[in-house]
């Protein structure tokens, strides 16, 4: 059986090993920002399909060592490129390395195409387009040390790209990450949820999509698509039971509201586009004057950044101010706040009972986890 790796984000390995565990995926081996694991092409098309967390699913097509870059041309050379996709398929190399003894990057990364295009003109004496802005085919290579792998992108375009948020504001979270922050909170459809800061709707859109069991990829293609060993009727029949699975839009326990009417203008086309307008209660409001919807449930926030805000001041203004809403208006909840901030441990005058770091691309953050107890500032035990 093939061998898979995904990214992820950073910090969310635990439980994407989890979730792909859950698929069937076997043989499964976490590292820092990524799960590699084995199973059959079912088991890929389904990972695309059904991941939340998932970045991209690479098929690991070589793994070896080198010690030039006349190796690395005949590692990918002697791989069977044209038994795996068409040469009218246009193609992309991506590299990444970590400790490369080599000078250029940017050389490998023309290495590996030519390798890839000779081994197709021996072939089928015609070779592959290069396209790096829309390209069918992606070759990932990855060199750590000596250590050469190469892989396939058999999703495309990042997972986190689920096809339904087309409109974005300031600063805003990939869906991927958005996705793990619900699953740390314990969030499950039934409960209360509340994003007083909700932005473009990341949070209320990937919430209610899995209320209602919509599969995150149900909306768009997938790279394995173009594979010449793509089984067309195996996830035809796999789309066709994801469809038929899923509940019918209703009204969900799931609120949002923002300070700016812009930002509520963008969630509400984004969930309309998504066909979950009626799932979700929005409303303007000033996050201090934020108003619980129920008596107890989930409240989960992505902070504004010092660039979205303004000057930095207006946050430390903000901070403790939050504290006391939460503290005076939240008995009963458990708040979840998304922040690359640090000021804030000290500023918001509440004790956080559980810290998980998380990275927001390349930006180290932290979701902080505040148990509220009415009128106190102490976490429960």
């Not at 050389?107 to 592959?128: G, M, Q, S, W």
């Not at 999703?155 to 409109?167: E, I, P, T, Y």
């Not at 902070?303 to 805000?309: I, T, V």
């Not at 000290?346 to 979701?367: D, H, V, Y």
Request: glycine share 6%.
């Amino acid at each position: 059986m093939p061998d898979f790796f995904a990214p992820c984000p950073r910090g969310l390995e635990k439980i994407f090993t989890d979730e792909l565990a859950s698929f069937g995926a076997t043989n499964l081996t976490t590292t820092d920002g990524g799960v590699g694991f084995t199973g059959d092409w079912a088991l890929c098309y389904r990972a695309n399909l059904e991941s939340r967390l998932a970045s991209r699913i690479l098929w690991r097509v070589k793994a070896t060592r080198y010690r030039s870059e006349q190796d690395i041309y005949k590692a990918v050379f002697e791989l069977p490129w044209q038994r795996w996709f068409a040469v009218e398929r246009t193609i992309r190399v991506n590299t990444t390395a970590l400790r490369c003894p080599l000078k250029s990057l940017e050389f490998i990364t023309l290495l590996v195409k030519d390798a890839v295009c000779d081994r197709f003109r021996e072939h089928c004496n015609e070779r592959p387009s290069v396209d790096t802005l829309n390209p069918d085919v992606r070759i990932h290579v990855f060199i750590e040390d000596d250590k050469l792998m190469l892989y396939l992108d058999t999703s495309g375009d990042a997972l986190f790209k689920r096809g339904v948020r087309q409109h974005t504001n300031i600063a805003p979270i990939r869906e991927n990450l958005a996705a793990g922050i619900l699953k740390l909170t314990g969030w499950q459809p039934g409960m209360t949820l509340l994003d007083p800061m909700c932005g473009s709707g990341t949070f209320l859109i990937e919430a209610a999509q899995t209320a209602l069991n919509i599969k995150p990829g149900i909306a768009r293609h997938f790279a394995f698509e173009k594979l010449l060993n793509f089984d067309a009727a195996n996830w035809q029949a796999m789309r066709e039971q994801a469809i038929a699975a899923q509940l019918p839009p209703q009204p969900l326990d799931i609120h949002g509201s923002d300070l700016y009417g812009d930002a509520l203008k963008t969630a509400r086309r984004n969930l309309e586009d998504a066909g979950l307008a009626e799932c979700v209660q929005l409303k303007q409001a000033n996050v201090l004057e934020a108003v619980p919807p129920g008596n107890e449930g989930v409240l989960v926030a992505n902070l504004p950044y010092g660039e979205r805000m303004g000057e930095l001041d207006e946050l430390a203004e903000l901070y403790p101010k939050l504290g006391d809403a939460l503290k005076k208006k939240f008995g009963g909840w458990k708040a979840y706040l998304f922040t690359a901030d640090k000021a804030i441990l000290k500023l918001m005058r509440l004790s956080p009972s559980r810290r998980t770091p998380l990275f927001n691309g390349a930006i180290e953050c932290r979701l902080l986890e505040y148990k509220m107890v009415s009128g106190s500032n102490r976490p429960t035990r």
